[in-house]
């Protein structure tokens, strides 16, 4: 079992990840991700799916044209959890490293 955080810890864990924001609503947090072309859209989405199996965590991934967007909740806790931060955190590792 993982410990849901609260709206406020949400907020500070996401302040020093480019980009990403929380919906206090529907509870996840999402960025989104521009490319030069599908191509590289499509091989960023290939990476946060091999980093998602290694974190047994799985995000929501929609891509549109050269934009990707990724959103996160841990769904058995209804809300953002440690998971999502650190999974927010590889991702912003892939694309900043």
Request: charge should be negative; aromatic fraction near 8%; hydrophobic fraction near 35%.
């Amino acid at each position: 079992m993982v410990d849901l955080l609260s709206d406020e810890n949400v907020e500070k864990s996401l302040k020093g990840l480019d980009g990403w924001n929380y919906n206090d609503v529907y509870r996840q947090i999402h960025k989104e991700f521009m490319f030069n072309s599908f191509e590289s859209a499509t091989t960023f989405v290939q990476h946060v799916a091999s980093l998602a199996s290694e974190l047994s965590h799985y995000p929501e991934i929609h891509v549109k044209e050269s934009n990707v967007t990724i959103t996160s909740t841990t769904t058995d806790e209804n809300g953002v959890t440690e998971k999502d931060i650190a999974l927010a955190e590889s991702i912003e590792i892939l694309v900043t490293g």
